[in-house]
């Protein structure tokens, strides 16, 4: 049972048109109702994108010709893309965006939304950067007293015991390895917390970086919980431990599983939306 994929359709929204060639032009589905967004211009971040005029939005799209039967629209961090099948005509592709303008509108404000509401700011890997660790800033020295990573509570600071002339990379790397490090020694303490709490035992446990997904059960007990989880305050941590724990009872999402989650973690609900509201890619990158 996988688990905490990251809401809004991450990394990037997608949607699909079933297609008849006909020789009328495309048949498409009917169009999520949502309001229209006020923005003038959606740009493309992305070489050689398109532009056409939908109402008074000018909207830049890339366009991708594929064997695929389906008209495909993605919305990212590069804007709107679209894959469309070889036999498509420009004309056809044009009267899709028209068909799917809602939607398509729709997840262009939320991406925006979501980069313009960023509580973990980009980082900046040099000396000084700060960055997000069990919910507060913590800010990243090259140079170490004792000449090996040290974290150094009071201060808050994390000396990298690093060349002044290391490189992003370098920086990047370091970073990683101690975060991971880190996790490696509280992640599983959690899971033995809660794992008295309700009474199991999971059979075993392993840091995952996947992109779209804080943690998972196995139906044979393994546990895998994101590195990342790092970043976060303790509280949200312990929800993901608490709600992968309770799918060795419960190996679905229904009203069951939530009691046992609620058995053990009364506040889920507070730390279930502040998880939510922290997709991956507004992490900082490694």
């Known amino acids: 049972m996988s688990l905490l994929r990251p809401p809004h359709d991450p990394p990037g929204a997608q949607l699909e048109l079933p297609l008849t060639d006909s020789g009328q032009g495309i ?11 006020t923005a003038a211009a959606w740009p493309a971040r992305q070489p050689d994108a398109r532009r056409l005029q939908v109402g008074e939005h000018t909207l830049h799209y890339g366009l991708k010709r594929s064997s695929r039967r389906t ?4 919305v990212d961090d590069r804007g709107l893309s679209i894959t469309a099948p070889r036999w498509v005509t420009i004309a056809d592709v044009e009267s899709a965006i028209f068909e799917k303008q809602r939607w398509i509108f729709t997840k262009l404000a939320e991406w925006r939304q979501r980069e313009s509401k960023r509580v973990l700011p980009t ?3 040099r000396d000084g950067a700060n960055l997000p660790f069990l919910g507060q800033t913590i800010t990243l020295s090259l140079e170490s007293p004792i000449g090996a990573v040290l974290f150094n509570g009071e201060t808050r600071i994390l000396h990298l015991s690093l060349p002044a002339h290391a490189d992003e990379q370098q920086i990047k790397d370091r970073v990683q390895s101690w975060l991971q490090q880190q996790a490696r020694r509280l992640l599983p303490q959690r899971l033995d917390v809660y794992a008295e709490r309700l009474g199991v035992r999971h059979t075993g446990f392993a840091l995952t970086s996947a992109a779209t997904r804080w943690g998972s059960c196995t139906a044979d007990g393994k546990i895998r ?3 990342r989880l790092m970043h976060f305050p303790m509280s949200m941590i312990d929800y993901v431990a608490a709600h992968e724990l309770a799918h060795l009872k419960e190996m ?8 046992t989650v609620e058995s053990i973690f009364p506040e889920f ?7 939510r509201a922290h997709p991956p890619e507004l ?3 490694f």
Do not use: C, K, S, Y
Request: glycine share 8%; aromatic share 12%.
């Open 27 to 37: 048949v498409a589905g009917l169009a999520p109702q949502a309001p229209e967004p």
């Open 71 to 74: 008209i495909g629209f993605t």
């Open 123 to 125: 980082v900046q890997w």
């Open 225 to 227: 919980l994101n590195w």
């Open 252 to 259: 679905n999402h229904g009203p069951r599983f939530w009691e």
């Open 269 to 275: 609900r507070d730390a279930r939306a502040q998880l």
């Open 283 to 285: 992490l900082p990158t």
